[in-house]
């Protein structure tokens, strides 16, 4: 397992890194998703690819790699600070630790809706966010949206917190989340996304969370078979390229690389929108129970992890904006 890791992240590794040092000069750039071909977040990075050949007689292009090939999460993060990947395309809950603007829109009912969570990363907050990763090296492309977030267990209903109490609950490599997981009543296991299903299937962990979407396309659903309506975080994903690709463009192919990109966020959400759809009755008719939660409960639970990062002086501004746009 340890040396098939290795294996699988040092030839990942050498494929972003040679590809990563040719993009500025040949103009093909290289993107990583753990999504399967077919994902809304993987379709947008397409598209932006096909919109950049269009626009510059196929001067710059983009080569996704999907499906995790690339890499986890963090690695892939890596990878594009240091300008060994030109693009990556992954949730905010992966930049929570390194990147502390990111935490506050994944708090745990710090959003209301969808169209909540949209007006938000459309607006001042969404800028904010989007210009803190300059700090870090990497140029914040565009905010994609990922729906809401549930449980999902191979054990029972959840109804309130207390249900959840005894549960190994599988979460991404973000404190936020942590102590989310814990404040509701589980025991939190962090994993990478591409470890949840065999670690459901050995009952290393009961249950885990995610949006209709990746739990259809992950098949996490054919194991976990309760999927509880808990809503608890909007974690919306980030598309990000490094510092050094986007320096090394001409001036005009910045400008044309931003512009493009905020426009495939229309583009990814219609996706998304019947995606989503499309996975809750692919989930639904294969047979899993499906339960709406105790609201107040859950809120009154979560209540304390939202109030401490709210309260923390670089995070009061965005949590201003993000109420205002309620
Ligand atoms: C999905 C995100 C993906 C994350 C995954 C996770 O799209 O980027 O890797 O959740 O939970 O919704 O790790």
Avoid: C
Avoid at 53 to 82: C, K, M
Avoid at 104 to 110: C, G, M, T
Avoid at 231 to 238: I, K, T, V
């Amino acid at each position: 397992m340890n040396r098939r890791r290795f294996l699988v992240g040092a030839s990942a590794a050498g494929v972003a890194l040679a590809t990563g040092a040719r993009a500025a000069t040949e103009g093909l750039m290289t993107a990583a998703d753990v999504h399967p071909s077919g994902y809304p977040t993987v379709e947008a990075v397409r598209w932006i690819g096909k919109r950049l050949e269009e626009l510059t007689g196929g001067r710059l292009r983009i080569r996704v790699y999907y499906a995790g090939q690339l890499g986890r999460e963090g690695d892939t993060v890596d990878l594009t600070r240091f300008g060994a990947l030109d693009i990556t395309r992954v949730n905010f809950a992966s930049l929570n630790n390194p990147f502390p603007l990111t935490r506050l829109f994944a708090l745990p009912y710090v959003f209301d809706s969808v169209d909540h969570m949209r007006r938000v990363v459309d607006g001042e907050a969404g800028k904010i966010v989007l210009k803190g990763f300059e700090q870090r090296d990497v140029m914040g492309l565009a905010i994609y949206d990922a729906g809401s977030r549930s449980f999902y267990n191979v054990r029972r209903a959840i109804r309130e917190p207390k249900d959840l109490h005894g549960l190994k609950v599988r979460v991404p490599p973000s404190d936020i989340f942590l102590e989310m997981v814990t404040a509701l009543g589980a025991e939190p296991t962090p994993l990478p996304f591409g470890e949840v299903y065999s670690a459901l299937q050995t009952h290393l962990i009961d249950g885990a969370e995610n949006n209709w979407r990746s739990f259809q396309s992950s098949r996490h659903y054919e194991v976990a078979r309760f999927i509880s309506h808990s809503e608890h975080s909007y974690s919306p994903e980030a598309l990000l390229m490094s510092r050094r690709t986007f320096d090394a463009l001409a001036p005009q192919d910045r400008e044309l690389v931003l512009s493009t990109a905020r426009e495939s966020v229309a583009h990814m959400r219609e996706l998304w929108d019947k995606m989503e759809a499309e996975a809750r009755e692919t989930v639904l008719a294969a047979g899993v129970n499906f339960n709406e939660i105790d609201r107040g409960a859950f809120h009154r639970a979560a209540a304390p992890v939202l109030e401490k990062y709210t309260s923390r002086s670089d995070l009061k501004q965005l949590y201003e904006l993000v109420r205002a746009a309620a």
